[in-house]
T-cell receptor, first 114, second 111 residues
Framework: DGGITQSPKYLFRKEGQNVTLSCEQN?????MYWYRQDPGQGLRLIYY???????QKGDIAEGYSVSREKKESFPLTVTSAQKNPTAFYLC?????????????FGSGTRLTVV | QKEVEQDPGPLSVPEGAIVSLNCTYS??????FMWYRQYSRKGPELLMY????GNKEDGRFTAQVDKSSKYISLFIRDSQPSDSATYLC???????????FGQGTRLTINP
């Protein structure tokens, strides 16, 4: 079945530690997105990428980094510079040019700082 | 002012009731309107998609867009406990590379 796989489902980070969230899709989608979801705040865009080796900052990119070396993969690193990283992280994808028709989302990774 | 405003609720109704979920938006250039449903600890799934003004019906769900008022609605008829979820509206402009999401409304249908 085609879809988006996010791993791990739950992740715990110690203070000062970098962690990487995985996002893999087998939908042959060009565009991929990372969102952060906090209670009562909806989805906030962190980074997005339209093609391999290219990505743009979203609304809340500070403290995060991404790479897009393969079409099917878009990992997100939460760095120690992100002061409040505890949140639910969602990866999404769509065909380039189909942004207006909605995204496919993964099941999310819940990150907790301990 | 946020581009899309959505009452976060929570909203609690009895089973069988008609549910109305709403969003307002500020940019008249938005042409594409979506509703997503998100179950607890899951990713959102696309529920309804509408282009420009008008109504769209899919089973018990009806999406309505009023561009003159910059107001979008999702109606759920004969609501079921399985409809309990967070509902997110999303809007987009032709050519834009990203969607703009509302805050989401948490809905509970009580048996």
């Amino acid at each position: 079945d085609g879809g988006i796989t996010q791993s791990p489902k739950y992740l715990f980070r110690k203070e000062g530690q970098n962690v990487t969230l995985s996002c893999e899709q087998n939908l042959n989608h060009d565009a991929m997105y990372w969102y952060r979801q906090d209670p009562g705040q909806g989805l906030r865009l962190i980074y997005y990428s339209q093609i391999v080796n290219d990505f743009q900052k979203g609304d809340i990119a500070e403290g995060y980094s991404v790479s897009r070396e393969k079409k099917e993969s878009f990992p997100l690193t939460v760095t120690s510079a992100q002061k409040n990283p505890t949140a639910f992280y969602l990866c999404a994808s769509t065909h380039r040019g189909s942004y207006n028709y909605g995204y496919t989302f993964g099941s999310g990774t819940r990150l907790t700082v301990v | 002012q946020k581009e899309v405003e959505q009452d976060p609720g929570p909203l609690s109704v009895p089973e069988g009731a008609i549910v109305s979920l709403n969003c307002t938006y500020s940019n008249s250039a938005f042409q594409y309107f979506m509703w997503y449903r998100q179950y607890s600890r899951k990713g959102p799934e696309l529920l309804m998609y509408t282009y420009s003004s008008g109504n769209k019906e899919d089973g018990r769900f009806t999406a309505q867009v009023d561009k003159s008022s910059k107001y979008i609605s999702l109606f759920i008829r004969d609501s079921q406990p399985s409809d309990s979820a967070t509902y997110l509206c999303a809007v987009s402009i032709q050519g834009a590379q990203k969607l703009v999401f509302g805050q989401g409304t948490r809905l509970t249908i009580n048996p």
